[in-house]
């Protein structure tokens, strides 16, 4: 079954907003990544947080994580047309063999 | 420098075909991996290998054969393709197997069409 389920399916701003994704997921785990994806491109690396962390920042990206709800939420913020992808959250799923990804949340930032 | 690379980019053919695609990573990392992106964008694992020794088989129909010859390339060779198989397949590398903090690092995808 499908590990990481991120919501929204689709999210649409205008440039300046900020833009928050989430993601659940079923089974304990050791870290999460996110990942974007543009246009017919293979996915890139945004950021790791582990299972011991609470939040994250890189640049405009922050990241929380709650395992107690075994959820995440990936917000950028300032948005840019640039940031337009989808993004993709994957975990391990407790185990160190392999990353299991979500459907993903396609943003369109809007000029 | 491309760091996953694949071949072909774009592959078109008919049902009951078979095909290869090529993948290269210049990273010096251990593990490969092949996925499959349905049309709903959901990623989903196919083969995994490190060190050129095959560590994951994710339920894969044994039409799918990924090869090795050494660490920087993992090719897929699909038998007698179906309606189903298409889909976007992507080839991605990790430093390590056994190290989920590792980031993966992928080709830019091949977009598979079987009429």
């Given at each position: 079954s499908q590990q990481g389920e991120e919501d929204p399916q689709a999210l649409s701003i205008q440039e300046g907003e900020n833009a928050t994704m989430n993601c659940s997921y079923k089974t304990s785990i050791n870290n999460l990544q996110w990942y974007r994806q543009n246009s017919g491109r293979g996915l890139v690396h945004l950021i790791l947080i582990r299972s011991n962390e609470r939040e994250k920042h890189s640049g405009r990206l922050r990241v929380t994580l709650d395992t107690s709800k075994k959820s995440s939420s990936l917000l950028i913020t300032a948005s840019r047309a640039a940031d337009t992808a989808s993004y993709f959250c994957a975990t391990d799923g407790g185990s160190a063999r392999q990353l299991t990804f979500g459907s993903g949340t396609q943003l369109t930032v809007l000029p | 420098d491309t760091a996953v690379s694949q071949t072909p980019k774009y592959l078109v053919t008919q049902m009951g075909n078979d095909k290869s695609i090529k993948c290269e990573q210049n990273?010096?990392?251990d593990t490969m991996y092949w996925y499959k992106q349905d049309s709903k964008k959901f990623l989903k694992i196919m083969f995994s290998y490190n060190n050129k020794e095959l560590?994951?088989?994710?339920?894969?129909?044994?039409?799918f054969s990924p090869k090795s010859p050494d660490k920087a390339h993992l090719n897929l060779h699909i038998n007698?393709?179906?309606?189903?198989?298409?889909a976007v397949y992507f080839c991605a590398s990790s430093?390590?197997?056994?190290?989920?903090?590792d980031t993966q690092y992928f080709g830019p995808g091949t977009r598979l069409t079987v009429l």
């Open positions: - | 990273l010096g990392h560590i994951i088989n994710e339920t894969v129909p044994n039409r007698s393709l179906e309606l189903g198989d298409s430093q390590d197997w056994g190290d989920s903090t």
